[in-house]
């Protein structure tokens, strides 16, 4: 049976441009440059992806959990309309002090995902913006963790170094994360013989 790759994806900073004020419709927002052909090169070259991310937006009561279905729904739409196709969306609902298992860095939504999959995370990648979300891939035993500086990508590289915590990789956005996903994969599958 062939192994299932796959590939985490925070949200907000990474597929679409963040907000101080939160994405609380569809119309707020908006695929960050690149995005959209980055997941299609995932799906072409045989990537499952699942987008992991935190949505305290529900229990701050700015976004009920039916307007956020809908975001996510037409975040499918608009990805699988350009050739891509997002697998699965796990989410918090929590705000950070209420100790849930499954905000970032908690690794709880990750596990969730490897149990409704069966995902082998010593093989699986994580892609964020957050010191937060290499947190959570190395808390998890993902064996890949890639910062993009899009969204909070440099006010991240500072404080993972202060926690010395070091991403596999650094992308300048999820378009150049992919590109290097793509490259380091074939690696493993030709290896190059000497």
């Known amino acids: 049976m062939k192994k299932q790759k796959v590939v985490f994806l925070d949200r907000d900073g990474v597929i679409n441009r963040d907000s101080p004020e939160y994405i609380k419709s569809w119309s707020e927002f908006e695929f960050l440059p690149g995005s959209l052909e980055a997941l299609k090169q995932l799906t072409l070259n045989g990537f499952t992806i699942i987008v992991i991310t935190n949505q305290s937006v529900i229990h701050r009561k700015m976004v009920s959990v039916k307007t956020l279905e809908t975001i996510h729904a037409k975040m499918k739409e608009a990805v699988q309309s350009n050739g891509g196709e997002i697998k699965d969306i796990f989410f918090c609902p929590h705000l950070p002090e209420e100790g849930c298992d499954c905000r970032k860095p908690k690794p ?87």
């Not at 010191?131 to 590289?157: P, S, Y």
């Not at 992308?171 to 793509?182: Q, S």
């Open 108 to 194: 709880g939504l990750i596990y969730n995902a490897r149990k409704k999959y069966g995902i082998d995370l010593e093989t699986s990648i994580m892609v964020g913006d957050s010191a937060k979300d290499i947190q959570c891939a190395r808390n998890a035993g993902c064996g890949c963790a890639i910062l993009v500086q899009t969204g909070n990508g440099v006010a991240a590289e500072t404080l993972l170094k202060e926690r010395r915590i070091h991403p596999d990789f650094v992308a300048r956005d999820l378009l150049a994360a992919v590109n290097w996903i793509i490259a380091r994969n074939h690696l493993k599958a030709h290896p190059v013989r000497s």
